[in-house]
């Protein structure tokens, strides 16, 4: 969790936060760095975020992000952080910044944005987006009451109840398969993790359809590739096998858009075009700087995806690239396990201002709810979210899905939709970040 203090032109002076897991493999894949290694990483690029903010002085919330954007990258680079791991610093420090902000000035996160409190500003870092069209935009969105959970299935999680013997479960009332989520949570749509092997996944992809056909009603699904393919011939092969399975056909025909099936390093070196015309692609881990959605829209892309780990920020910018494009064009709402309570909860809120009707949620599958949290806490959030979070006895709180869908209204409050006043006293101080680039742990790759 991160707590920034600011200070208005008028003297008034208030406190914001953020929180974001610190996630090892998404951000930065290289092999030859540890675990531990790409955590500092993160700590790194918010060090640096944190010492670029504070030396810039009075500026207007979006300022701060515009104005030291070329900056932390560049710093970001020397440290040897791509842009998706430089960009996690800002990314925090805004929301905190805003959080701040509406506190202040008793504003919700979608009066501010509407209204432009933050100053969001057309730039040279976006010179495709005109500031009449940026205004208009802003000004046009409107939140939703709720959103609908697209459910994580990973690659290695079981689907039928026979894949999960007595011995194996974990017991704490929540579905443990995925023909368990499909009647426990009721949901239409679901992300589907492939792994880059199209024997293995055309198999993994028929067992998933025979629990989504049997049970799940009119479902969707969307596909992740998660960087697996070599190239996009490989997933092109794998599509035109889907296409070809009867077992498959209605989850084919279910099938919204494909995410980021190349690895980042190909995916924007030749058009996707051979497999865009049979489903839409976006861009997930590729999306590392403001330029590149224009880039890979160039190369036969139709969307990018919204996570805030990445910048709430570029999140709007590119959707109100989106809506300048028009039909076919579009942004996609992913997760990186945003864990209930503070990080779920503004995660919520901007994708839901930005039009997003379903969102990928895994933490409410992968993490307890907020068992990490003491009972004040969690007792705190389920009294400000009542229809978001569910609480019983002898069990943490937890997201309350009913019917696929989360409830959003109690988002709408002063600040960026925490509502609760946190106490930060049993909070550890984050290990300093190492000043110097990191020498990787596993040179070539190799443990």
């Avoid at 109690?410 to 970040?433: H, I, K, Y």
């Amino acid at each position: 969790m991160v707590r920034v203090r600011i200070a208005l032109e008028d003297g008034r002076r208030g406190e914001g936060v953020a929180a974001e897991a610190l996630g090892a493999k998404w951000f930065e894949k290289s092999p030859e760095f540890s675990d531990a290694q790409n955590l500092d990483q993160l700590r790194q690029a918010l060090q640096l975020a944190t010492e670029h903010y504070t030396a810039r002085g009075l500026d207007t919330p979006f300022g701060l992000y515009a104005n030291t954007y070329r900056q932390q990258l560049a710093r970001g680079a020397e440290l040897g952080l791509n842009p998706l791991v430089a960009s996690y610093g800002p990314a925090l420090l805004d929301r905190a910044i805003i959080d701040a902000l509406g506190k202040l000035t008793g504003q919700s996160f979608a009066r501010m944005i509407t209204a432009n409190a933050p100053g969001i500003a057309a730039t040279d870092l976006t010179p495709d987006i005109e500031a009449a069209h940026l205004s208009s935009f802003l000004g046009g969105l409107q939140p939703a009451s709720s959103i609908e959970l697209r459910h994580t299935v990973g690659l290695v999680d079981p689907l039928t109840n026979a894949e999960r013997p007595d011995s194996e479960r974990v017991n704490d009332g929540l579905p443990e398969t995925l023909e368990e989520v499909v009647s426990y949570y009721r949901g239409r749509y679901y992300k589907l993790k492939v792994g880059g092997d199209i024997a293995a996944d055309l198999d993994r992809l028929g067992r998933i359809a025979a629990v989504l056909d049997a049970g799940a009603g009119d479902y969707r699904v969307t596909l992740d590739g998660n960087e697996q393919y070599d190239d996009v011939d490989g997933i092109v092969e794998l599509w035109r096998k889907v296409e070809e399975t009867p077992a498959l056909a209605r989850m084919a025909k279910a099938t919204l858009f494909i995410e980021q099936p190349i690895k980042r390093q190909a995916a924007l070196s030749r058009p996707v075009t051979a497999l865009a015309k049979h489903r839409p692609v976006i861009i997930d881990e590729s999306d590392g700087e403001l330029a590149t959605f224009p880039q890979a829209l160039a190369l036969g892309y139709a969307g990018v995806s919204s996570k805030n780990c990445k910048g709430f920020y570029k999140s709007i910018l590119n959707a109100a690239r989106v809506a300048k494009l028009g039909p076919g064009y579009f942004m996609s709402a992913e997760d990186l396990t945003t864990q209930p309570g503070v990080s779920v909860q503004q995660d919520l809120a901007l994708v839901s201002l930005l039009g997003l009707t379903h969102v990928e949620r895994n933490a409410h599958h992968f993490i307890d709810g907020m068992s990490a949290a003491s009972e004040a806490e969690q007792e705190a959030f389920v009294k400000a979210h009542p229809a978001l979070y569910d609480k019983q006895p002898g069990r943490p709180a937890r997201l309350r899905v009913n019917g696929g869908k989360l409830a959003l209204g109690s988002l709408d409050c002063p600040g960026f939709a925490v509502g609760v006043d946190l106490d930060v006293t049993p909070l550890r101080t984050m290990p300093a970040a190492p000043g110097a680039r990191l020498q990787p742990a596993h040179p070539g790759g190799k443990k």
